[in-house]
């Protein structure tokens, strides 16, 4: 968390799913998930390339458990693609949960990436969907615009967060994590499956404070 990042040109900031249901009092609510949106305007003003994702799902879709009925939430189950947390129905296409934070201020973010809109198929990452070959576009987006390196921040630290950072590496870019911009859900040990996973793929987390 110690190291310092110093933001050079192509570098991007991606700002994941910072919406009204995943802050408090929402339909998915990532605990003081709302204290990141001030840190977040603050970083990105220093970034020239900011890019921001919405979750953006059709009614009934396949994430949540209200579309299982007998399931619980928070519960996995096992879909075509494999495991599928079942979540409470959140980020609807057109709701004011699906809204991004209106605190949230970052009139020069260049392309909004919405993704899970496929009703069968979740999709954590920005890069691919829960199929794991399904892709958003972004990379390629990327790759065309010439940008190298990825600053992720952002809702859920263990889940959108996490996987849009492996498919970033995974992708050829590199990758730093702005660990105390996001903040984590917490299923059944997933913060520190997240620590782990990062970890081993050489995934630098950093703070806020040493991004300049
Ligand atoms: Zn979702």
């Not at 310092?4 to 249901?21: A, F, G, K, S």
């Not at 299982?68 to 296409?93: F, M, N, S």
């Not at 209106?102 to 973010?109: F, K, T, Y």
Request: net charge negative; proline share 5%.
């Amino acid at each position: 968390m110690d190291q310092e990042i110093r933001i050079r040109p192509n570098d991007v900031l991606l700002v994941i799913d910072v919406q009204n249901d995943f802050c408090p009092g929402g339909g998915l609510p990532v605990p003081r998930g709302d204290e990141i949106v001030m840190p977040i305007n603050h970083m990105a003003s220093r970034f020239e390339h900011v890019i921001l994702t919405q979750d953006w799902h059709p009614r009934g879709h396949l994430s949540f458990a209200s579309s299982h009925p007998g399931r619980k939430t928070y519960e996995t189950i096992y879909v075509a693609y494999g495991p599928q947390v079942l979540w409470p129905d959140h980020c609807i296409q057109g709701t004011a949960g699906a809204n991004f934070r209106s605190d949230l201020q970052i009139p020069h973010a260049e392309l909004v990436l919405r993704k899970g809109y496929h009703r069968e198929i979740d999709s954590y990452s920005a890069f691919y969907e829960n199929d794991r070959k399904t892709p958003t576009g972004l990379a390629g987006y990327m790759r065309e615009r010439g940008l190298e390196r990825v600053v992720v921040a952002g809702l859920a630290f263990d889940f959108c967060v996490r996987f849009s950072s492996e498919d970033a590496h995974h992708e050829g870019f590199e990758v730093v994590v702005v660990e105390d911009a996001c903040r984590g859900i917490d299923v059944d040990h997933s913060m520190d499956e997240t620590h782990r996973a990062l970890g081993s793929l050489g995934i630098v987390c950093v703070s806020k404070d040493h991004v300049h």
